[in-house]
Protein backbone atom coordinates (compact mmCIF):
# COMPACT_ATOMS: atom_id res chain seq x y z
CA UNK A 1 0.00 0.00 0.00
CA UNK A 2 1.15 3.54 -0.89
CA UNK A 3 1.11 6.39 1.75
CA UNK A 4 -2.06 7.50 3.37
CA UNK A 5 -3.06 10.43 5.44
CA UNK A 6 -6.13 10.03 8.07
CA UNK A 7 -8.35 13.98 7.48
CA UNK A 8 -11.11 15.08 10.25
CA UNK A 9 -13.57 17.31 9.45
CA UNK A 10 -15.11 18.72 12.69
CA UNK A 11 -18.53 20.44 11.61
CA UNK A 12 -21.15 22.32 13.89
CA UNK A 13 -23.56 19.36 14.34
CA UNK A 14 -21.35 16.28 13.49
CA UNK A 15 -17.44 15.19 13.07
CA UNK A 16 -16.34 13.05 10.19
CA UNK A 17 -12.87 11.08 9.17
CA UNK A 18 -11.22 9.97 6.01
CA UNK A 19 -8.19 8.41 5.23
CA UNK A 20 -7.28 9.52 1.92
CA UNK A 21 -4.27 7.90 -0.27
CA UNK A 22 -1.47 10.16 -1.64
CA UNK A 23 -3.02 9.81 -5.20
CA UNK A 24 -6.33 11.66 -3.87
CA UNK A 25 -8.51 8.35 -3.43
CA UNK A 26 -10.64 8.29 -0.80
CA UNK A 27 -9.90 4.54 1.17
CA UNK A 28 -12.52 5.37 3.70
CA UNK A 29 -14.67 7.42 6.13
CA UNK A 30 -16.45 7.18 8.87
CA UNK A 31 -18.65 9.51 10.87
CA UNK A 32 -18.55 10.26 14.73
CA UNK A 33 -21.31 11.42 16.75
CA UNK A 34 -20.46 14.25 19.57
CA UNK A 35 -21.98 17.09 18.57
CA UNK A 36 -20.27 20.92 19.21
CA UNK A 37 -22.53 21.66 22.26
CA UNK A 38 -21.51 18.50 23.88
CA UNK A 39 -18.22 20.07 24.67
CA UNK A 40 -14.36 20.13 23.87
CA UNK A 41 -13.14 16.54 26.24
CA UNK A 42 -16.48 15.18 24.47
CA UNK A 43 -15.37 16.26 21.05
CA UNK A 44 -11.73 15.40 21.63
CA UNK A 45 -12.54 11.76 22.81
CA UNK A 46 -14.83 11.34 19.57
CA UNK A 47 -12.44 12.45 17.46
CA UNK A 48 -9.19 10.61 18.67
CA UNK A 49 -11.81 7.24 19.19
CA UNK A 50 -12.71 8.09 14.93
CA UNK A 51 -8.62 8.32 14.29
CA UNK A 52 -7.53 5.35 16.45
CA UNK A 53 -10.09 3.50 14.59
CA UNK A 54 -8.66 4.17 11.44
CA UNK A 55 -5.37 3.35 12.60
CA UNK A 56 -5.50 0.32 13.76
CA UNK A 57 -7.66 -1.08 10.42
CA UNK A 58 -5.08 0.60 8.09
CA UNK A 59 -1.56 0.55 10.23
CA UNK A 60 0.84 2.96 10.85
CA UNK A 61 3.25 2.00 8.78
CA UNK A 62 2.26 3.62 6.06
CA UNK A 63 0.42 6.35 7.96
CA UNK A 64 1.81 10.29 6.48
CA UNK A 65 0.01 12.10 9.02
CA UNK A 66 -3.28 13.61 10.37
CA UNK A 67 -4.55 16.85 9.67
CA UNK A 68 -7.78 18.31 11.20
CA UNK A 69 -9.77 20.85 10.19
CA UNK A 70 -11.95 22.90 13.17
CA UNK A 71 -15.02 25.54 12.74
CA UNK A 72 -12.87 28.33 14.52
CA UNK A 73 -9.65 30.75 15.21
CA UNK A 74 -6.74 28.78 16.07
CA UNK A 75 -3.49 30.53 17.47
CA UNK A 76 -1.22 28.18 14.82
CA UNK A 77 1.28 28.27 17.20
CA UNK A 78 0.09 27.03 20.31
CA UNK A 79 -2.41 25.40 19.08
CA UNK A 80 -4.70 26.73 21.38
CA UNK A 81 -8.30 28.15 20.16
CA UNK A 82 -8.88 31.47 19.74
CA UNK A 83 -12.42 32.00 19.14
CA UNK A 84 -15.25 29.69 18.47
CA UNK A 85 -18.66 30.97 17.07
CA UNK A 86 -20.83 28.30 17.85
CA UNK A 87 -18.93 26.77 20.57
CA UNK A 88 -17.91 29.22 23.23
CA UNK A 89 -16.81 26.71 25.58
CA UNK A 90 -13.92 26.26 23.08
CA UNK A 91 -12.39 29.25 23.66
CA UNK A 92 -8.88 29.03 25.03
CA UNK A 93 -8.95 25.42 24.98
CA UNK A 94 -5.70 24.01 24.12
CA UNK A 95 -7.03 21.37 21.57
CA UNK A 96 -3.88 20.74 19.72
CA UNK A 97 -2.18 19.27 23.22
CA UNK A 98 -5.18 17.58 24.35
CA UNK A 99 -5.68 15.54 20.64
CA UNK A 100 -2.18 15.09 20.54
CA UNK A 101 -1.62 13.26 24.54
CA UNK A 102 -4.73 11.18 23.67
CA UNK A 103 -3.40 10.02 20.11
CA UNK A 104 0.28 9.88 21.29
CA UNK A 105 1.46 11.70 17.83
CA UNK A 106 1.91 14.87 15.98
CA UNK A 107 -0.91 16.47 14.50
CA UNK A 108 -1.82 19.43 12.23
CA UNK A 109 -4.61 21.73 13.09
CA UNK A 110 -6.18 23.95 10.31
CA UNK A 111 -9.38 25.94 10.01
CA UNK A 112 -12.09 24.80 8.55
CA UNK A 113 -12.71 27.19 5.77
CA UNK A 114 -9.03 27.10 5.21
CA UNK A 115 -9.07 23.11 4.97
CA UNK A 116 -11.24 22.90 2.72
CA UNK A 117 -10.15 25.58 0.11
CA UNK A 118 -6.90 23.02 0.07
CA UNK A 119 -9.16 20.45 -0.76
CA UNK A 120 -10.63 22.26 -3.72
CA UNK A 121 -7.19 23.03 -4.92
CA UNK A 122 -6.14 19.34 -4.47
CA UNK A 123 -8.91 17.57 -5.57
CA UNK A 124 -11.83 19.56 -6.56
CA UNK A 125 -12.25 22.56 -8.88
CA UNK A 126 -8.71 24.05 -8.10
CA UNK A 127 -6.67 21.50 -9.42
CA UNK A 128 -3.34 22.39 -10.99
CA UNK A 129 -4.51 26.24 -9.78
CA UNK A 130 -1.92 27.07 -7.74
CA UNK A 131 -3.70 30.54 -6.67
CA UNK A 132 -7.04 30.59 -5.40
CA UNK A 133 -9.82 31.94 -3.34
CA UNK A 134 -12.69 29.95 -1.80
CA UNK A 135 -15.80 31.66 -0.13
CA UNK A 136 -18.30 29.18 1.89
CA UNK A 137 -21.92 30.21 2.29
CA UNK A 138 -23.32 28.63 5.35
CA UNK A 139 -24.10 29.08 8.71
CA UNK A 140 -21.80 32.29 8.21
CA UNK A 141 -19.17 32.96 5.45
CA UNK A 142 -15.85 31.30 5.40
CA UNK A 143 -13.25 32.33 3.49
CA UNK A 144 -9.52 30.41 2.46
CA UNK A 145 -7.02 32.05 0.32
CA UNK A 146 -4.42 29.70 -1.36
CA UNK A 147 -1.63 31.40 -2.08
CA UNK A 148 1.56 29.51 -4.43
CA UNK A 149 0.21 26.00 -3.51
CA UNK A 150 -0.43 26.63 0.20
CA UNK A 151 -2.56 28.15 2.46
CA UNK A 152 -2.66 31.98 3.61
CA UNK A 153 -2.38 32.06 6.91
CA UNK A 154 -1.31 36.40 8.36
CA UNK A 155 0.50 35.97 11.69
CA UNK A 156 -1.85 34.29 14.39
CA UNK A 157 -3.78 32.04 11.24
CA UNK A 158 -6.53 34.27 10.86
CA UNK A 159 -6.10 35.28 7.52
CA UNK A 160 -9.08 34.79 4.84
CA UNK A 161 -11.65 35.71 7.43
CA UNK A 162 -13.71 36.79 3.91
CA UNK A 163 -17.32 36.87 6.01
CA UNK A 164 -16.21 39.76 7.35
CA UNK A 165 -15.53 42.19 4.93
CA UNK A 166 -17.57 44.71 4.86
CA UNK A 167 -19.88 45.33 1.98
CA UNK A 168 -22.68 47.58 3.37
CA UNK A 169 -21.15 50.29 5.69
CA UNK A 170 -24.00 50.49 7.66
CA UNK A 171 -25.63 47.46 7.14
CA UNK A 172 -26.45 44.56 9.77
CA UNK A 173 -24.70 43.99 12.86
CA UNK A 174 -22.63 40.97 13.17
CA UNK A 175 -20.90 38.98 16.27
CA UNK A 176 -17.77 40.36 15.35
CA UNK A 177 -18.41 43.77 16.47
CA UNK A 178 -18.84 45.25 12.93
CA UNK A 179 -22.19 45.86 10.47
CA UNK A 180 -22.35 45.16 7.25
CA UNK A 181 -20.23 41.57 6.73
CA UNK A 182 -20.93 39.59 3.86
CA UNK A 183 -21.85 37.25 6.22
CA UNK A 184 -24.73 39.18 7.05
CA UNK A 185 -25.63 39.59 3.42
CA UNK A 186 -24.97 36.67 1.82
CA UNK A 187 -25.06 33.48 4.07
CA UNK A 188 -27.60 30.75 4.20
CA UNK A 189 -28.99 32.10 7.66
CA UNK A 190 -28.61 36.10 5.84
CA UNK A 191 -31.25 34.42 2.84
CA UNK A 192 -33.19 33.30 5.27
CA UNK A 193 -33.55 36.21 7.56
CA UNK A 194 -33.91 38.34 4.76
CA UNK A 195 -36.97 35.82 3.35
CA UNK A 196 -38.51 36.17 7.06
CA UNK A 197 -38.24 40.18 6.95
CA UNK A 198 -40.19 40.72 3.50
CA UNK A 199 -42.77 38.30 5.18
CA UNK A 200 -42.32 35.25 3.03
CA UNK A 201 -43.23 33.33 5.77
CA UNK A 202 -42.24 32.16 9.27
CA UNK A 203 -39.51 29.65 10.19
CA UNK A 204 -37.96 29.97 6.37
CA UNK A 205 -34.80 28.14 5.25
CA UNK A 206 -32.95 29.37 2.74
CA UNK A 207 -33.96 26.21 0.54
CA UNK A 208 -37.60 27.97 0.90
CA UNK A 209 -36.81 31.18 -0.50
CA UNK A 210 -34.96 28.97 -3.41
CA UNK A 211 -38.07 27.46 -3.85
CA UNK A 212 -39.58 30.61 -3.76
CA UNK A 213 -37.42 31.84 -6.50
CA UNK A 214 -37.85 28.89 -8.78
CA UNK A 215 -41.45 29.73 -8.38
CA UNK A 216 -41.17 33.18 -10.14
CA UNK A 217 -41.72 35.26 -6.77
CA UNK A 218 -40.68 38.40 -6.68
CA UNK A 219 -39.12 38.80 -3.30
CA UNK A 220 -37.18 35.77 -3.64
CA UNK A 221 -35.49 36.93 -6.25
CA UNK A 222 -34.79 40.23 -4.76
CA UNK A 223 -33.39 38.24 -2.15
CA UNK A 224 -30.74 36.62 -4.27
CA UNK A 225 -30.39 39.99 -6.09
CA UNK A 226 -29.24 41.47 -3.16
CA UNK A 227 -27.29 38.60 -1.92
CA UNK A 228 -25.20 38.01 -5.55
CA UNK A 229 -24.53 42.19 -5.29
CA UNK A 230 -23.08 41.17 -1.39
CA UNK A 231 -20.97 38.93 -2.95
CA UNK A 232 -19.36 40.55 -6.00
CA UNK A 233 -18.55 43.12 -3.92
CA UNK A 234 -16.55 41.14 -1.89
CA UNK A 235 -14.90 39.26 -5.13
CA UNK A 236 -14.25 42.56 -6.90
CA UNK A 237 -12.18 43.59 -3.40
CA UNK A 238 -10.53 40.04 -3.59
CA UNK A 239 -10.07 40.28 -7.24
CA UNK A 240 -8.58 43.84 -7.11
CA UNK A 241 -5.96 42.62 -3.94
CA UNK A 242 -4.64 39.33 -5.80
CA UNK A 243 -5.26 39.20 -9.65
CA UNK A 244 -5.86 35.49 -8.71
CA UNK A 245 -7.33 33.30 -11.78
CA UNK A 246 -9.78 31.27 -9.52
CA UNK A 247 -12.38 32.43 -6.72
CA UNK A 248 -14.50 29.78 -5.61
CA UNK A 249 -17.84 28.86 -4.42
CA UNK A 250 -19.79 26.38 -1.85
CA UNK A 251 -22.06 25.71 0.59
CA UNK A 252 -26.20 24.98 0.48
CA UNK A 253 -27.14 28.44 -1.48
CA UNK A 254 -24.73 26.91 -4.47
CA UNK A 255 -28.23 25.23 -6.04
CA UNK A 256 -29.55 29.29 -6.23
CA UNK A 257 -26.88 30.23 -9.08
CA UNK A 258 -28.93 31.12 -11.39
CA UNK A 259 -30.80 33.84 -9.15
CA UNK A 260 -27.84 35.23 -7.75
CA UNK A 261 -24.85 34.83 -10.28
CA UNK A 262 -26.38 37.55 -12.59
CA UNK A 263 -25.85 40.64 -10.27
CA UNK A 264 -23.08 38.88 -8.44
CA UNK A 265 -21.17 39.11 -12.11
CA UNK A 266 -22.33 42.59 -12.87
CA UNK A 267 -20.89 44.10 -9.82
CA UNK A 268 -17.69 41.84 -9.66
CA UNK A 269 -17.38 43.83 -13.53
CA UNK A 270 -18.33 46.84 -11.95
CA UNK A 271 -16.00 47.57 -10.12
CA UNK A 272 -12.96 45.37 -10.50
CA UNK A 273 -11.11 46.76 -13.43
CA UNK A 274 -8.44 43.83 -13.37
CA UNK A 275 -11.68 41.53 -13.19
CA UNK A 276 -12.60 43.32 -16.70
CA UNK A 277 -8.76 42.48 -17.67
CA UNK A 278 -7.54 39.61 -16.45
CA UNK A 279 -8.73 36.34 -17.40
CA UNK A 280 -10.65 35.39 -14.18
CA UNK A 281 -13.00 32.55 -13.46
CA UNK A 282 -15.72 32.58 -10.39
CA UNK A 283 -17.44 29.45 -9.97
CA UNK A 284 -18.70 26.61 -8.04
CA UNK A 285 -17.15 24.32 -5.92
CA UNK A 286 -16.65 20.65 -6.61
CA UNK A 287 -16.20 18.83 -3.82
CA UNK A 288 -19.08 19.65 -1.80
CA UNK A 289 -19.19 18.89 1.92
CA UNK A 290 -16.53 16.75 1.59
CA UNK A 291 -13.65 19.31 0.87
CA UNK A 292 -12.80 20.23 4.19
CA UNK A 293 -12.25 16.48 4.95
CA UNK A 294 -9.71 16.22 1.61
CA UNK A 295 -7.91 19.70 2.86
CA UNK A 296 -7.20 18.06 6.11
CA UNK A 297 -6.32 15.51 4.70
CA UNK A 298 -3.75 16.79 2.40
CA UNK A 299 -1.98 19.05 5.53
CA UNK A 300 0.58 15.59 5.77
CA UNK A 301 1.16 15.57 2.45
CA UNK A 302 2.48 18.77 2.29
CA UNK A 303 4.79 18.73 5.24
ZN1 LIG B 1 -18.49 40.26 11.01
Not at 55 to 83: K, W, Y
Not at 135 to 148: D, K, S
Request: charged share 15%; net charge neutral.
Amino acid sequence: MSKYSIGVDLGGTNLRAAAIGADGVMIEKIAGSAAISAGPDAVVADMVRSVKEMRSRLGDADLAGIGIGIPGFIRMETGVVAGWANGPAFNGYPIRDAIEKQLGTKVILENDANSAALGEKWMGAGRGVDDLVLLTLGTGVGGGIIIGGRILHGQLGMAGELGHLTVVPNGNPCGCGNRGCLEKHASATAIAAMGRLMNLGPNLSSEDVFKLAQAGNDRALTIFRSMGEALGIALANLINIFNFPLYLLSGGPIPAWEFFSPSMLAEAKRRSFTYRTAATRIEPAKLGNEAGLYGAAFLPFQG
